[in-house]
C-alpha cells in the first residue's frame, strides 16, 4: 500500500525543530543514522512530513530520496499526522473476505478522506492494516483502544458520532 503524504500544512515548532537538530547532531557520524533519526523525528513530530524529511537530508548529509525510501519502506513510519481519533480498519484476509473493504469506503465517504489521510480539524485520521489478530470477529477496526468486530457498513455512522460528539 502506498503511503500518502500529507496535504495538510505543516505546522513543527522552533522547540522541534531544535530537538529534531539535537537528534541528528547525535547521530551525525554514525553509519546508518537515517532509520534512528527517522524514528526519534516520528517522536518528536508525530510523523514525518517532507519538511522534516528533507531537516534530516540536510543534516546527515545524504540524499532526500534516501531518507524518503527508508520512511516509505517501514510500516512504522507516517507521512501523515494522526487525529485525535486514528481509525483503523484490518484489512487482512479474515477482515476481508467479511467485508472490510465496504468498511473502509464508507469510513472514507463519511469523514471526506483516504486511508493515511487526517480531516482538515485533526479530529480523525484513517488507516488500512494488516490483520490485527481479531480474526473471529471479522470484519474489525479500531479507534484509538476502542475495539469493533462483526461490523457493518450500516453501523458506521453511529460509531463516528460518539467521537464527533466527544
Keep these: 500500500m502506498l503511503k500518502k503524504i500529507s496535504s495538510l500544512p505543516f505546522k ?15 547521530h551525525k557520524d554514525d553509519p546508518g543514522a537515517v532509520m ?8 518528536i513530530y508525530g510523523y ?11 543534516g546527515l548529509d545524504v540524499p532526500i530520496d534516501e531518507v524518503y525510501g527508508v ?18 480498519v484490518c484489512l487482512g484476509t479474515a477482515c476481508y473476505v467479511k467485508g472490510s473493504g ?9 469523514l471526506g478522506i483516504e486511508a493515511e ?7 480523525f485520521s484513517l488507516t488500512a492494516c494488516r490483520c490485527i489478530g481479531a480474526c473471529g470477529l471479522a470484519p ?27
Design 117 to 123: 489521510e487526517c480531516t482538515e480539524d485533526g479530529k
Design 36 to 43: 534512528p533519526v527517522l524514528q526519534e523525528a516520528q517522536d
Design 48 to 58: 514525518l512530513p517532507l519538511e522534516v524529511q528533507t531537516m534530516i537530508a540536510e
Design 71 to 88: 520512511a516509505t519502506f517501514y510500516s512504522q513510519f507516517a507521512l501523515s499526522p494522526k487525529g485525535e481519533y486514528n481509525i483503523s
Design 140 to 166: 474489525v477496526m479500531t479507534v484509538n483502544d476502542d475495539v469493533y468486530g462483526r461490523l457493518t457498513v450500516d453501523e458506521i455512522p453511529g460509531i463516528l458520532k460518539k467521537y464527533k460528539g466527544a
Design 12 to 26: 513543527g515548532t522552533p522547540e522541534q525543530e531544535a530537538q529534531l537538530k539535537e537528534v541528528i547532531a547525535k
Design 102 to 110: 465496504n468498511v473502509l469506503n464508507k469510513l472514507s465517504e463519511e
